[in-house]
């Protein structure tokens, strides 16, 4: 029998403060309300989206995510949200219905509540610390909305999750016959949960947070987080803390890989070295056997085995460390690579560059790459030494083998086995530093 799930995501989301529709802020790299859909997809779903506020872009955010969409034309309450999925649904079989807000519902919940449905309706439920602001589930009567609860009810700490399976025939008849409630006129869907509805227990509270400010989405971040960082430790990765590491959905991590306190891998990052505390690695590759030591940040780079970088470097799109080669701190590189065994390891820029095997970069060094309207490359043979302060004026080349003193600027190619030194006349006045102090002190007094 086919399976439908139906996904209420038409709210606005006022205490999102944001321009942006509340079910689409992001979650470790995925909307908040593709979480939902992936965990029913995950047990073989159908899944109708009902849309109304910020409709364009909940279309648009899910539009390779396999879904039908319903549209609400008001927003008329939970009820009339599932009324507007009613041409999408099927003549029977079980549908199931939860809100586009609840991110952290799994795949495994899912099919325990569909394992245990019969009848025309079937609720999943769980005891709250605080019930307060809950529909209260009552014995012989179904679910009570706290605004209609008498104080007995109110003390009640069985609660509605949200997330029900109904029967689609016993929609077809009862949704059209829905009376609103006042003052609002809202139709709700807990009106189609009475005394003959199953009601199934022992669900965590957890799992079924309503996002509905900045607050609950970044504690949903943290119980994500939680649960991504406990199921990649079980594969052996290697976490500092599984608490202070953050690894985005689609991000692969493999067996051995370690991941430092505070570090965060972001995007489609590959990574199977050692990250150190504190990095940020973005759509980056990461080898075995690689280090990419403290407070490093690596975007659309790639690190090879046995290379180093940091601590505190930076590499930004079109990075290439090859094996054996070193990024040093407060270096930047930028669309070059670093061929194996080469070393940039203090205080330099490297851009729109090619650093042959083996050549040393002093500390200091540039590669001069814009010119205020193009970039320019700058090609470094291997063996070379680059020393200290040198600006290499592209587009330029430095051949095999060769030596540029510290301080020069190279603006002209320099051939492979040469030595360029380019330097300002270095003046020397012996006796003179203490009359020059003397002066100054006296102009200042």
């Known amino acids: 029998m086919p399976l439908t799930a139906v996904v209420l995501a038409a709210g606005l989301g006022t ?16 909307p908040m309300v593709r979480w939902i859909v992936d965990a029913l997809q995950a047990q073989g779903a159908d899944v109708v989206v009902v849309v109304h506020h910020h409709e364009e872009q909940v279309r648009g955010a899910l539009a390779d995510a396999g879904v039908r969409f319903a549209r609400q034309t008001a927003p008329r309450g939970t009820g009339d949200a599932l009324l507007a999925a009613l041409p999408e649904l099927p003549d029977g079989g079980p549908v199931l219905v939860t809100a586009g807000d609840t991110p952290l519902l799994r795949a495994e919940s899912v099919g325990r509540l569909l394992g245990q449905h019969h009848g025309p309706a079937t609720v999943a439920a769980f005891e709250a610390r ?35 399976v109904f029967d689609a025939a016993y929609l077809r008849r009862k949704l059209p016959a829905l009376e609103p409630h006042p003052p609002k006129g809202e139709y709700w869907l807990t009106d189609l949960v009475d005394a003959r509805a199953k009601v199934v227990a022992g669900f965590g509270e957890e799992e079924f947070l309503g996002v509905n400010d900045r607050a609950a989405l970044a504690e949903a971040r ?78 659309g780079a790639v690190v090879r085995a046995g290379a180093v970088v940091g601590p505190l470097a930076r590499l930004r799109p079109g990075a290439r460390v090859e094996a054996g080669a070193h990024v040093g701190n407060f270096c930047e590189v930028k669309n070059a690579t670093l061929h194996p065994g080469a070393k940039v390891n203090h205080l330099s820029y490297v851009g729109d560059a090619s650093i042959g095997a083996g050549t040393n970069v002093g500390a200091g060094a540039i590669t001069c790459n814009y010119d205020g309207v193009q970039k320019h490359r700058t090609e470094v043979g291997a063996g070379v030494f680059i020393g ?40 020397i006045h012996p006796g003179r530093a203490e009359k020059l102090r003397a002066r100054k002190r006296a102009a200042k007094g």
């Open 130 to 164: 605080d019930p307060t602001g809950y529909g209260r589930v009552v014995e012989g009567v179904g679910i009570v909305e706290e605004a209609a609860c008498t104080p007995r009810q109110r003390e009640i700490r069985l609660v509605n999750s949200g997330f029900y």
């Open 15 to 30: 205490r999102m403060r944001s321009p942006v529709a509340k079910v689409l802020h992001p979650l470790l790299g995925r």
């Open 222 to 299: 943290d119980i994500l987080s939680r649960r991504i960082n406990r199921a990649w430790a079980a594969q052996g990765v290697e976490f500092d803390s599984l608490e202070h590491a953050l690894v985005e959905v689609g991000v692969r991590l493999e067996p051995g890989a370690r991941v430092g306190y505070g570090t965060a891998i972001r995007g489609e990052s590959r990574v199977a070295g050692d990250l150190g505390e504190n990095c940020v690695v973005v759509d980056s590759i990461v080898e075995a056997g690689a280090t990419v030591r403290a407070g490093s940040v690596c975007e």
């Open 388 to 427: 200290t302060n040198v600006s290499l004026v592209a587009p330029v080349t430095v051949g095999d083998g060769a030596i540029v003193g510290a301080g020069t600027v190279v603006g002209q190619d320099v051939p492979a086995d040469a030595i360029a030194v380019g330097r300002p006349e270095l003046k």
